[in-house]
T-cell receptor
Framework: QKEVEQNSGPLSVPEGAIASLNCTYSDRGSQSFFWYRQYSGKSPELIMF????GDKEDGRFTAQLNKASQYVSLLIRDSQPSDSATYLCAVNKRAAGNKLTFGGGTRVLVKP | NAGVMQNPRHLVRRRGQEARLRCSPM?????VYWYRQLPEEGLKFMVYLQKENIIDESGMPKERFSAEFPKEGPSILRIQQVVRGDSAAYFC????????????FGPGTRLTVL
């Protein structure tokens, strides 16, 4: 079982719609959860982080965390073509030295 | 530029040569991490350093790879006797002093081994 799992996609979303991305993790000791966006040939860009159960909103992005289900998600509202990228879920367990463990990423395509 | 800086951005080496990748963290950040992204694969942690200390090197290959973060100057990831399988994107990330988990990535170094 992979430590962090994501559906590789591609997730095809019409412009203006909501994109819903999911991520599951195996280590119950995970404490911090991150979403990065990576455009092809570029470096990961931090877009959201969440530490506590529930929802966290930042602009068009909402992260949701459910530690009991070991599940974290990202919603992108009013999707734009510029949102087309690979979205990486990452988790951190501070006791393990602050390293990030990444999922394989979900490719999102927003079609005009 | 207040972001994480990496150089060179592209590096071409022949098999058997040495590769040196440099990373300067964001201003005010004292923690540096190196990650590798192989073609069509995910990001994998390699090493976590603070000034003059290696905190966690659990992701580093046992041979040919080393990293340092000296008191003065950038962090260096060194790959000796490169092989074609070392061709990848190497990313450096930095974070503020302890208590903040967020890591910010540099632009990466694309290493190609001929």
């Amino acid at each position: 079982q992979k430590e962090v799992e994501q559906n590789s996609g591609p997730l095809s979303v019409p412009e203006g719609a909501i994109a819903s991305l999911n991520c599951t993790y195996s280590d119950r000791g995970s404490q911090s959860f991150f979403w990065y966006r990576q455009y092809s040939g570029k470096s990961p860009e931090l877009i959201m982080f969440i530490y506590s159960n529930g929802d966290k909103e930042d602009g068009r992005f909402t992260a949701q965390l459910n530690k009991a289900s070991q599940y974290v998600s990202l919603l992108i509202r009013d999707s734009q073509p510029s949102d087309s990228a690979t979205y990486l879920c990452a988790v951190n367990k501070r006791a393990a030295g602050n390293k990030l463990t990444f999922g394989g990423g979900t490719r999102v395509l927003v079609k005009p | 530029n207040a972001g994480v800086m990496q150089n060179p951005r592209h590096l071409v080496r022949r098999r058997g040569q040495e590769a040196r990748l440099r990373c300067s963290p964001m201003k005010g950040h004292s923690h540096v991490y190196w990650y590798r992204q192989l073609p069509e694969e995910g990001l994998k942690f390699m090493v976590y350093l603070q000034k003059e200390n290696i905190i966690d090197e659990s992701g580093m290959p046992k041979e040919r790879f080393s990293a340092e973060f000296p008191k003065e100057g950038p962090s260096i990831l060194r790959i000796q006797q490169v092989v074609r399988g070392d061709s990848a994107a190497y990313f450096c990330a930095s974070s503020p002093p302890a208590g903040v988990d967020e890591q910010f990535f540099g632009p990466g170094t694309r290493l190609t081994v001929l």
